[in-house]
């Protein structure tokens, strides 16, 4: 349904301090569709779930919705997958800490998210990667940018980690991931 797929666009506008993006595309200020461009030859629309939740992660902690699928996409390379290396090297290139390992600590997780860091996620077997923007202790529920689903934006925990195959942590500017996720270790 056409109503149902424009009020899901409209998602991608910032939302408080959280930025959602969608790999379908963006609606401008005069209520247009775009789909995403790259200068690599492939559409973000139908693989670019990488480039959107990177996007998704760094618009959100700098508050700057200059960063777009779209950018990110372009000032990296695209190899023939959108793997772990490009989140790794898009986060770097940008100047931001990261870890990244299989399996996650929940707790340090959860201290990340709420020290201002953000988390990708790589799930579905490695095939689709999310962008999780916040936690709710309150709730236990984590604030999710899915670029293929800007329906749900609220996960539980077991809902981003069961078919998680690799998680990074990236910590907010002049953070490192240690100091967000793990407050009480660091040395003063």
Known sequence: ?????????????????????CQWGWLDENGKYHEWETSWGKNIKSSG????????CLA????????TPSTIANNMSYDENVGGNFIVNGAKRYGYDLDYHI???KKASNNLLMNGGTMVVAINGGGHYIAVLGYDPSTNT????????????????????????MVFHIAPPGKTVD??????????
């Open 179 to 188: 100091e967000c996720a793990h407050p009480s270790t660091v040395q003063v």
């Open 142 to 165: 984590y604030t999710v940018c899915d670029p293929n689903n800007p329906y749900k934006t609220e996960w539980t925990y077991n809902e981003i980690m069961d078919t998680h195959t």
């Open 49 to 56: 779930c990488g480039p959107t939740s990177l996007a998704a």
């Open 1 to 21: 349904d056409a109503q149902k797929f424009i009020d899901s666009i409209s998602l991608t506008t910032t939302n408080g301090k959280k930025v959602f993006y």
């Open 103 to 105: 399996g996650a600590d």
């Open 60 to 67: 959100t902690m700098y508050g700057d919705t200059s960063y």
